[in-house]
């Protein structure tokens, strides 16, 4: 067991700065100091990332950043305590209640871009963990955090991606990036990668 008087801020710092989680014998309670100093250091990292982020780049969304990261670190303390009732992890994970859009959706991919990791770690464990649709619900829902892993596709709408340049293309990146051949069997994905690629697209991703 790791002690820490700041387990909430520590597991986030250190999944942002190594991509490692920190595992406890037992669910701590995330006080709201934690809450604030963990916004604050999500808010750095997202000033961070977006210098890299093409066109207009939406604000940060600090209710997202929290909710994202709550939801990674409790699933992460999920892997070891496995001895809850799907009432009680329905409310340790809730979904995401606010407005869905690219604001609440990049801010939030900071820490969910490494939820289906802790997914297909709980998938080898036990297939049959309560825990994983919850995850898998959040992680269609917020799929830009999901691509290049196991998702129903079907249910994606990708209305919202359609909309904001930014997140559009951060989203073909990033299956181009990994790869993801099956992000991009949509017809709306298709069209954008064809845009993309024009002529060359046997040449940059041979599989397509």
Known sequence: MNETKIPFLDTIYH??????????????TISKKEETETIL???????????????????FNQEAALWAAKTVYLAAQLLLN???????????LPKWKGQQDASAIISAD?????LPQIAAEMKRIDPEDLVIPILEKHLIQFHYSAIGFDIDTESINYDIVSV?????QLYIDRIVHR???????????????????GDYKKIFWAQL
């Not at 999944?15 to 701590?28: G, M």
């Not at 997202?46 to 604000?59: N, Q, S």
């Not at 799907?86 to 409310?91: G, N, R, V, Y």
């Open 15 to 28: 999944l942002r700065t190594i991509e490692q989680v920190i595992l406890y014998d037992k669910l701590i």
């Open 41 to 59: 250091f999500l808010e750095m990292e997202y000033d961070r990332e977006i210098l890299e982020y093409p066109g207009i780049v939406p604000v």
């Open 82 to 92: 496995r001895a809850h009732k799907i009432s009680d992890l329905e409310l340790l």
């Open 110 to 114: 900071l820490c969910l871009r490494f």
């Open 164 to 168: 904001n340049e930014c997140l559009l």
């Open 179 to 197: 790869k993801a051949v099956k992000s991009a069997q949509s017809d709306f994905i298709k069209k954008q990668l064809e845009i993309g690629f």
